[in-house]
């Protein structure tokens, strides 16, 4: 999944972005399972024992993957779920901030009109983790399932949120669903059913829609 989206040559692929008014310019380029982040000045804090942590300055968007090809949730449900870093964060010196293979996890949530993933912590491939404040956009594309279709084609190859899970039971019967996300919350099923027929639910493309954005710097320990 992650090469189909990212390869490209690599002297054509330099994004810059501007984060707020800080004046920061992180330059990143993204190849398969490298990714760089060059800060225009050194991004660093000093703690009281005068270690230094580096700083991923916020706005730096971290591409993710996961192992499905579709998550499907209701719009009000809050399912767990955890994505792969997809590719090397590092500094404008090459060192490796967060590797390729980092876990983030957190939950999708109900946002506005659709849902996103929030990031709630960091976990590297040592095992150490941390909190970080990132998240994806808002993703408010539908699929509506209708009573007497192809289970086949909704449910291969997709994640299933508790919720969404528990309603299309009720439309398919005894179904057989791979992977269920989190459990269905009390009230979270009333009125999902569209005249006991068919239901609407928020379909999540990871490859395109869970990419993250950090909302304040990240310091890492």
Do not use: C, H, W
């Not at 580096?54 to 730096?60: A, L, N, Q, Y």
């Amino acid at each position: 999944m992650f090469l189909s989206k990212y390869f490209k040559p690599a002297t054509s692929l330099i994004t810059v972005l501007t984060i707020g008014a800080s004046g920061i310019i992180p330059m990143v380029n993204l190849a398969p399972v490298s990714a760089q982040l060059f800060p225009s000045e050194n991004r660093t804090r000093r703690t009281d024992r005068n270690r230094v942590y580096s700083v991923i300055p916020e706005g730096t968007q971290i591409p993710v993957e996961f192992e499905k090809e579709k998550i499907l949730v209701t719009k009000t449900e809050t399912a767990p779920i955890t994505l792969t870093v997809a590719a090397n964060i590092r500094d404008r010196y090459r060192n490796t901030l967060i590797p390729y293979g980092a876990e983030i996890s957190g939950q999708i949530e109900p946002a506005g009109e659709g849902s996103r993933f929030v990031a709630e912590e960091l976990i590297f491939p040592d095992g150490t983790s941390q909190y970080i404040n990132a998240d994806s956009k808002i993703i408010t594309r539908t699929e509506t399932v209708k009573r007497g279709a192809d289970t086949g084609d909704i449910l291969t190859g997709a994640a299933i949120g508790g919720a969404a899970a528990v309603v299309l039971g009720d439309l398919f019967g005894d179904i057989n669903i791979e992977e269920v996300l989190g459990g269905a919350g009390i009230g979270a099923l009333g009125g999902l059913l569209l005249g006991g027929k068919e239901v609407e639910l928020i379909s999540i493309d990871p490859e395109r829609d869970l990419d993250l954005t950090l909302q304040s710097d990240l310091a890492l320990r």
